[in-house]
């Protein structure tokens, strides 16, 4: 197998509109064009992913409105493909529709600044051996703490350790086309640990509560509820987990980036 064939599809999930907290700060279409340092969120997401060795083609995946093609530069240089609704599920199926050379689809939000090649090759490379449906990476509480100090996250504490979750996903066409909906309640409710206790069950919860809960638990109990096999992927790349909600974190953002450019 060539080097070309054997890197996987990603696409980025550019959904949204107007209305987004962030985009309607600053004045722009949707939140993919939101600008942090001069440049727009999905630029920092193409430049990572295609200086990825791992990575072959790349897409975007826009919502109904068509807020990100309208507004977007000619120079961008990725294929832009609309999903049917704007439900996360709707955008997920336009990415695989879009990736039908591929069982596997990389899937990365706009939202993600500061990630970096190296962690897009890494968790790809940590996930080679697998071929769940859904590979999920999560990044330990106190390595993103440590490199993004001010930045809060939802942390679940394991008993492997706290984790916090990331913004990549690898999954499976097949799952994606058939089971779907299953991955968009999931990813919906991944940065409420509430939220995700309650529908994985009283007995989860109670575990989790007290950090008895493992790793293989947690993915056995995913698997069951979304009917694929799941991985969750622990991984030592912070900035996969640091995606811009709100204006804070633009702001933090902006600095990060200063001094990453300041001690490159």
Not at 102 to 112: F, G, N, Y
């Amino acid at each position: 197998m060539s080097l070309a064939e054997s890197r996987i599809p990603a696409a980025i999930l550019a959904g949204g509109g107007p209305d987004d907290v962030l985009a309607a700060a600053a004045g722009v279409p949707c939140k993919a064009l939101v600008p942090v340092e001069g440049r727009p969120l999905i630029e920092y997401v193409v430049e990572a992913l295609r200086g990825a060795e791992t990575v072959g083609e790349i897409i975007a995946v826009e919502g109904p409105g068509k807020s990100l093609s309208g507004g977007i530069g000619p120079d961008l240089g990725v294929p832009i493909f609309g999903a049917g609704g704007e439900r996360l599920i709707d955008t997920f199926t336009a990415a695989a529709e879009a990736c039908p050379g591929s069982e596997r689809v990389l899937i990365a939000t706009v939202d993600l600044p500061l990630l970096t090649s190296e962690a897009v090759d890494g968790f790809v490379r940590s996930c080679q051996e697998t071929q769940e449906g859904l590979s999920y990476p999560i990044v330990q509480a106190e390595a993103f703490d440590r490199a993004f100090p001010g930045r809060g996250k939802t942390v679940v504490p394991l008993r492997e350790g706290r984790f916090t979750g990331g913004n990549l996903a690898i999954v499976s066409r097949r799952f994606v086309l058939e089971g779907g909906p299953a991955i968009a309640r999931t990813f919906e409710r991944r940065k409420s640990t509430v939220r995700l206790a309650w529908m994985f069950g009283i007995g989860f919860l109670a575990k989790l509560l007290t950090g008895n809960l493992t790793i293989e638990e947690l993915e056995r109990r995913g698997g069951e509820l979304v009917g694929t096999t799941v991985t969750a992927v622990p991984v030592p790349w912070p900035e996969i987990g640091f995606d811009v909600d709100h204006m804070e974190d633009l702001e933090l953002a902006s600095r990060f980036l200063r001094e990453r450019l300041a001690q490159s």
